[in-house]
């Protein structure tokens, strides 16, 4: 989930840095972070297949520069809390980011470009709340596919536990929504990994639409975990079929938890594919249409 930025002062996305939405799940935001990528200057084997030979130190560009950065980031991080799970040490990375990169042209990026923006090493070592995940989550999204890699035992037991199937309810530091209707609800939950705290959450929604948190503020001792949900409500006007962009922010008054959103409503949401076996029967095929939303 990590791709490039950096050209002159290090908050310039590179023109040939990949955009989202993926390919594979557009109800995954990507990417997830950006980090430094062009022109890095780094140790270099002097015996490269493809390249200057004789070299000990090159400037490089691409995800092999800004990847390892990442990756040694994260690495002091762990170092800093060991117990951190991998979903931790991510969320931290995300939620600390900062948004100020633009495009080449001058034009602010968006999450599309550099996801929840660009890495803070110094911030993401004191996060104030992280969403956690773990392979359980992972593995109940992958039930859903047809055929599934994980076993139907456990996917079973993944269901009886309540890890749910639909990629928009993980439990990620983002949220994206390919196909939004009016009503639509996405539930999180937050770790405290800081002191006690009283957090509020502020959004700033993609538009023509309405973004209700509940609950609003959330009091959470140290290791405390809560759950909040995020009501949309598309308002008449609303462009269909585009992809638009917010942010939730939840804050401490001394830590501020960010999280990028991308929706994009449509007229009519039903299911992609019916899997069906046998020689004769019924299915139903349920659709969703879409409503205004008045306040």
Same mark, same amino acid.
């Given at each position: 989930?990590?791709?490039?930025?950096?050209?002159?002062?290090?908050?310039?996305?590179?023109?040939?840095?990949?955009?989202?939405?993926?390919?594979?799940?557009?109800?995954?935001?990507?990417?997830?972070?950006?980090?430094?990528?062009?022109?890095?200057?780094?140790?270099?084997?002097?015996?490269?297949?493809?390249?200057?030979?004789?070299?000990?130190?090159?400037?490089?560009?691409?995800?092999?520069?800004?990847?390892?950065?990442?990756?040694?980031?994260?690495?002091?991080?762990?170092?800093?809390?060991?117990?951190?799970? %991998?979903?931790? =040490?991510?969320?931290?990375?995300?939620? /600390? $980011?900062?948004? @100020?990169?633009?495009?080449? !042209?001058?034009?602010? +990026?968006?999450?599309?470009?550099?996801?929840?923006?660009?890495?803070?090493?110094?911030?993401?070592?004191?996060?104030?709340?992280?969403?956690?995940?773990?392979?359980?989550?992972?593995?109940?999204?992958?039930?859903?596919?047809?055929?599934?890699?994980?076993?139907?035992?456990?996917?079973?037991?993944?269901?009886?536990?309540?890890?749910?199937?639909?990629?928009?309810?993980?439990?990620?530091?983002?949220?994206?929504?390919?196909?939004?209707?009016?009503?639509?609800?996405?539930?999180?939950?937050?770790?405290?990994?800081?002191?006690?705290?009283?957090?509020?959450?502020?959004?700033?929604?993609?538009?023509?639409?309405?973004?209700?948190?509940? %609950?609003?503020? =959330?009091?959470?001792?140290?290791?405390? /975990? $809560?759950?909040? @949900?995020?009501?949309?409500? !598309?308002?008449?006007? +609303?462009?269909?079929?585009?992809?638009?962009?917010?942010?939730?922010?939840?804050?401490?008054?001394?830590?501020?938890?960010?999280?990028?959103?991308?929706?994009?409503?449509?007229?009519?949401?039903?299911?992609?594919?019916?899997?069906?076996?046998?020689?004769?029967?019924?299915?139903?095929?349920?659709?969703?249409?879409?409503?205004?939303?008045?306040?």
């Amino acid at each position: 989930g990590i791709y490039l930025p950096v050209q002159e002062d290090g908050n310039v996305m590179a023109d040939f840095s990949s955009r989202g939405p993926p390919r594979s799940d557009q109800n995954f935001l990507k990417p997830d972070v950006t980090a430094p990528g062009v022109d890095i200057l780094a140790g270099q084997t002097p015996d490269v297949a493809n390249g200057i030979q004789g070299e000990t130190y090159q400037y490089l560009s691409g995800t092999s520069q800004s990847a390892p950065e990442v990756a040694g980031v994260a690495a002091l991080l762990k170092e800093a809390h060991p117990d951190w799970t %991998p979903g931790r =040490l991510k969320s931290a990375l995300m939620t /600390t $980011a900062y948004q @100020s990169v633009t495009q080449s !042209d001058g034009s602010p +990026a968006n999450p599309f470009d550099m996801g929840a923006g660009h890495i803070d090493p110094n911030l993401a070592v004191d996060p104030g709340l992280v969403y956690d995940s773990d392979y359980r989550d992972n593995a109940a999204y992958l039930c859903g596919y047809v055929p599934s890699p994980i076993a139907a035992s456990e996917c079973q037991t993944l269901d009886q536990q309540a890890f749910p199937r639909d990629p928009r309810q993980m439990n990620l530091p983002s949220i994206a929504l390919a196909d939004l209707i009016t009503g639509d609800t996405v539930k999180r939950r937050v770790t405290n990994v800081g002191p006690p705290a009283t957090y509020t959450a502020e959004v700033t929604a993609p538009q023509d639409f309405d973004v209700i948190v509940d %609950p609003p503020t =959330l009091s959470l001792n140290t290791g405390e /975990t $809560a759950e909040f @949900s995020l009501r949309f409500a !598309d308002r008449a006007g +609303a462009v269909l079929d585009l992809w638009d962009f917010g942010q939730l922010r939840w804050s401490d008054g001394t830590h501020t938890v960010a999280s990028p959103i991308a929706v994009q409503p449509v007229t009519l949401r039903a299911p992609a594919e019916l899997h069906l076996n046998g020689t004769s029967g019924r299915a139903t095929r349920s659709f969703r249409p879409r409503c205004y939303w008045s306040s």
